[in-house]
DNA sequence: ACGCCGTTTGACAGCGCTGTCAAACGGCGT
DNA sequence: ACGCCGTTTGACAGCGCTGTCAAACGGCGT
């Protein structure tokens, strides 16, 4: 792209040597204000744009963090990576999307070979980050690293997570607020980090009137699981008027299956997902959820990276949840 | 991460001057096949991995590609982007997306900027592909680029595309096959590569039957886009028998609201979409749809980028759709 | 056996930054 | 006015590759 401006051009406009400007762009300390102006001025003057690719080279950083994940086409997946991509662009860094799809021992050389190619200056575990084995060989290689809602260990890295149990414990409120008080809840095998029962019973819920539906994802789509809670709640007596499905899409897939068997939502039945997901809002009635202020958390999981921990315990950093109330919750029928 | 191994180690492995093993990793022609063998053992030997950003700065190169669209919230762009990042790796280079919300001054200045900054060694350009002011541009800056989709000025540049109307053709073959005659068609403005009007009228229905409903998405969701056209919907009479959505999202919102207001889906209308998006199958029922191979699309596209132009026209590679019939369709219901 | 010319290889410099280290500066106390 | 020490600045080398160009090689015709 013809006539590059570089460092040394700053420099000579501005009177001072090459790595005081590097300083500047740096920001480091130790640049007098009137010399770290006139930089800036020669800056903007020239429209200088430093060379990505001079800067790790010299530096040694490659300006790569990285994104871990199980399913790369989650939804869920999706969102926190462009929420990524925003917080990595604003510091100068990029994001890159990686997927352990299984723990594995194989799953997990090809993860170490991708992470010796790449050389990430960091990496941000979600869906990971419990499993010990990853961990173990993060440390290993010394890469650092930030986890996202860890359930276990929570002393064990830096980590961005909401307050134990918020998310369920708003659903919960909600659905006695409104006067609900049979439930059918699903939850997810295997993903230990929320407990929608244990909040319901907190709030007033009786054990007798919650069914929970324990569903494992793999090999199933979250259509087919919405589609088996459907069912399920159709064979039960007295029916459930109000289901927690473990996120919007299961929600989304019941709300459908429901209309086709002629329940009417929210009349009929109140449904509750989880995420905050586009599908929540494209659906009618959209759905109430819970929103994860996934671009928050990603540029707080961004900043524990580059910054380093002065302390010697780890840092943790807490975001809070918020109850997203729409169409798709409302007081239950009157009893027949 | 420690002891990194260096090209010079392998030179010195194989026993060659550095140059040599460039050559071999980059692929080049005049080495010997011996030579070439013995490097490739050494890199093996070692699991050599080149430095990325070294290369780019020596070979002036960034490795980067762009891929510009106007909304990368919208689920058509994310299945192209996540396409695009699995071709781009697969021949050492990386994928950024790039979002022009709108075809201004401002705008256009402000992807100037980012594209100086970003020195992609090429571009892809979805939605965009039109645009006359942006392509004046990227050839002002002598940025190579393909077009995915072009609607207009075929030969200005490389291109991927389908064949002209296919997709539409295919859903209108189908509606007429199922025995439907009047039929309800979203379009949208100032997206002009799909008829689906035109390719009804091909197949045989009657203009008298069919009912166009022009959206403009600026401002709108999908989900409000989808709700309009079920309103207008419920007013017809006759009712149309089938609906065209622009897409899938469209289509999912039509559904829900069609089922909200007592339709039933397909045995009282039938819906069809387009994108083959993900909620395309997590709606029940899962939604009649056009199948864009994206995959193969972006691989082309990036193909074109890093393929210099032997002949002195522009190329254009053609992908196939293909029609993905599910439960949304079915024929009409008989007459009242 | 010699020269010719296309093929293969390597020496060297340099891409545009930053790290290291030493020199210059400048404010303070005496 | 001088020395001291923390602050600010710059000289220099080098990060790990590739481009350029020239040298070495090697097969062929005579």
Known sequence: ??????????????????????????????????????????????????????????????????????????????????????ACRARGYHLMAEEVPEITASSLAELEASLRQARCDGLILTQLSDQAPVLD???????????????????????????????????????????HRRVLVSSLLGSGQRDMRAALLASGFRAADLTEVKQDWRGQTPAEMG???G??????????????????EIAAALISHAWAHGLSIPADLTVVGYDDAEISRVMW?????????????MSEA????????????PRTVICPLTLKVRESSAPPPAEA
Chains 1, 2 share one sequence.
């Not at 001025?41 to 963090?65: C, F, G, K, T």
């Not at 009635?285 to 958390?297: C, K, L, N, S, W």
């Not at 961004?302 to 315990?313: C, I, Q, R, Y």
């Open 137 to 179: 060989m993060l440390e290993r290689l010394q890469v650092p690293y930030v986890r996202l809602l860890p359930g276990t260990d929570p002393g064990r890295s830096d980590a961005v997570t909401n307050i134990q149990g918020e998310g369920v414990q708003l659903l919960a409120e909600h659905l006695w607020q409104l006067g």
């Open 1 to 86: 792209m013809k006539t590059t401006v570089t460092l040394e051009d700053v420099a000579r406009l501005a009177g001072v040597s090459p790595k005081t400007v590097s300083r500047v762009i740096n920001g480091e300390a130790h640049v007098r204000p009137a010399t770290r102006e006139a930089v800036n001025r020669a800056v903007n003057e020239l429209d200088y744009r430093p060379n990505l690719a001079a800067r790790s080279l010299a530096a040694s950083r490659s300006l790569l963090i990285g994104l871990l994940g199980m399913r790369l086409d989650a939804n869920f997946f999706r969102a926190m990576y462009f929420s990524g991509v925003r």
């Open 285 to 297: 009635p959209p759905i109430t959820t819970v929103h994860q202020p996934f671009d928050q958390m």
């Open 302 to 313: 961004v900043n524990l990276l580059l910054t380093p921990n002065s302390g010697d315990t």
């Open 227 to 229: 589609r088996q809670l």
């Open 231 to 248: 069912e399920q709640l159709l064979t039960m007596n007295p029916r459930p008027t109000a289901v927690c499905a473990y996120n919007d």
